[in-house]
């Protein structure tokens, strides 16, 4: 079977109508769980899994799909409204879509992270069917050095994206990094600054620290300066749509972040969020406007939005091609197929066409429903900014308490929030970027136990991990990026004082 | 009327002193608490478990993922919840018999809980790339010899089972391996499937599809007998090495359960592993279903306890 006649017959299984009921019901708890911080998609896919018994394993699948990618649609929501991400994919959106909001353009944020979305969706199935096997291969030629250096090189170079010195970054980082190193230390399990607490030693939760650097520090600001959350005057339909202008400019982010997600999607562990600041960074570099960055960019919404959409179609790559799950959600998807005796492996698209091909298939149906399930919302989820600024302040402390609260039933998340809070209300008053903390929390422990896992291979040296052409190129970068802008300004030559055509 | 009242009340009381428990139990749901995330390979079994217990068990069983902490968060919060029956757990021999030895937690030896039923044994194989110039396991250890360190195997994690059958391996034939721990099977499998490892100790399920496909072989089992997926794989009895350790799954309960209690989940979990769809399960990923009740599970678990203890700490393991 070719990849076009596979995705014909996908075509079919998925519009059969079980298979399209359990893509439609999917979708839905998807964008639910997105909008509404603090319970993700995985945690929804974790509470279901007992239902899929009744499911046959397809269906079982194609629901479990549609939680996956539907909840990166509603993820952007609270971002962009009030500056509150509902998990760690969406924290880069609330650095353009809520000063967009500020200024009016709430309607216009929302309704290009959803077309976003969906075009990333679109291509991912492309992404799938076509490369996917070639992609999944060459994944595999990534080990723990390859992976250090990944991340290594990601910090360097997003540690700029924020446009604070270098010193600023690398604080933030540093602080970020430190808190990742709390819990049970990867390798041999010692528990670290956990001072006797169990909970601890699982470690610092990223949804509270992302709420709590974003939402809650928000609101403190607010309280202090006595400033207004964004507000909308009426909802009409042409202030809600993105103008054209807002659109030419959004195209070029949308296919740049939907191919960069998709590609970082096979990253193992935290790639959608990787993926965000990613393709933050490039959009800020190859604007137009830079200087708009930080005030409402448009492609700084739209890149971010598609890649987080892109990178679950990449991470869908392994799970579908070589039966193994690279991330925790793929690894539910994983357990719906299994709870059914189904084992993927790489004899899958062969084993099991309607499987492969239906779930590939649902993608692109899965993906339409969203987009006309969520664009008539945007109405809805803007007029919320009507609410009186008292009741919408107090509305988002109880959702971001709630939200902390449902991911562990833990009091000691609660804590981390409002800390987080209270830190990131602090840092914005001193101009440093809480971005950099929720990124490093993010890849800090995955640089820290690759490290040790290339040490284990190398006995102790760490020469190994520039022995090794990816990783040397990798590690290069980093440097380059974080030497570069010290060296142009050592010449004298900034950015502003370059000639034109310069990028 | 009143005489009706008062001989139901009378009735009720001796009811009640007869039997305190064993009647009345389950009133209401029970919590089954899984100590790993949903959808990893203990969580699959609960459910399956939790699926094939419902026609012997009048209530239902909920499962409820409390990871972390290699299993030992979910497994304290068993042990320090109220023995009545209705907050259970699915361990695995590592959380309860190699954990105590490595960090102080609220349980030590099996004497800190109650034993309910042993339930499957997970069997443990060692593989390679099948483009690897070993085509036996005696020419990998062979090949090890002659260059020590220079191969390279990978554990789902240190101080999990199959890491110490790696130890084992490497003191029984005399040979210098260099261990990688990764986090979990899903780690491990593509790093040899990549080649940045040159064999991996793991469960069956986890290599069976790569093997089927032809881009993985077994060498050799860590099993009494030959495992029926992998029938040309000889154990490592058959090559003269003493290696049977395998993972094993079991239900507990908190230390103080009355036994009556325990009993009747024993009773309904025994005939659940005869459900013709747990047996499905169990052939299909390899497993070995060995229902054990709760005294001779616990004879079991201080042999482990005691041998794991020896173990852990002649590799270092142990608590500083």
Redesign the interface.
Known sequence: MTAVEGLLYGLGVALAPANLLACFVGVLVGTVVGVLPGIGPIGA??LL??ST?ALDPTAALIMFAGIYYGAMYGGSTTSILVNVPGEAASVVTCLEGYQMARRGRAGAALAVSAVGSFVAGTLGVVGLVFVGRWLADA??????PEYFALTVAGLAVLSRLSGTSLPRAALMVGLGLALGTVG?E????V?RFTFGS?QL??GIELVPVAMGLFGIAEILTLAEQRGRLPRVSSVRLRELLPSGEEWRRSLAPMLRGSALGFVVGLV?GPAAVLSTFLSYAVERRLARRPQEFGHGAIEGVAGPEAANNGATAGALV?LLA?????A?AT??L???L??H?V??????ASQRPDLFFGVAASLYVGNVILLVLNLPLIGLFVSLLRLPQSLLVSLIVLLAMVGTYSVNNSVLDLWVLVVMGVLGWALRRRGFEPALIVLALVLGPMME?TLR?TL??A?GDPSVVLGRPLTLALLAAGLLAVLLPALRRARGWTPAQAPAGEP | MVHLVRSSVALLALALLVTPVAAAYPERPVTLICPF????AM??VA??L??AMKPHFPRPIT?V?RA???G??GN?EVVQARPDGYTIGISAVAVLTVQPH??DLPYRGPDDYEPIIKLVNLPIVFAVRADHPAKTMREFLQMARSAP?RL?VGSP???TILHLNLEMLKAEAGVDL??????GG??S???L?????EGLNAHP?EV???V??G?VRVLAVYQEQRNPLFPDAPTFRELGHDLTLGVYYLLIAPRGTPPAIVQVIHDAARKALEEPSFV??AK??GYVIESKGPEPLRQELWDSYRKNEVLIRRLG?GKK
């Open positions: 896919m974790a899994l007992p018994f994944a595999l030629h990534f080990g723990p049970m990867p390798m041999s399990g528990s169990l030693s699982q193992p392994p070589l039966g193994v799950p690279f925790p690894a539910l994983l357990a719906a299994v709870i005796g084992q993927p492996g790489p004899l899958l136990k896992q284990f291979m006995r | 995330p949903a959808g990893g969580d699959i459910r399956h939790v699926e499962v993922n972390g902490a290699a030992t968060i304290a490595r960090t360190g390279r994690g240190i101080g260099t261990h990688v721990p990764f986090a899903a780690e499998v593509p790093a499937l990549g080649g940045h490892i399920s069976l599809p790569h089927q496909a881009k499905a399960m299909q990923r393991l």
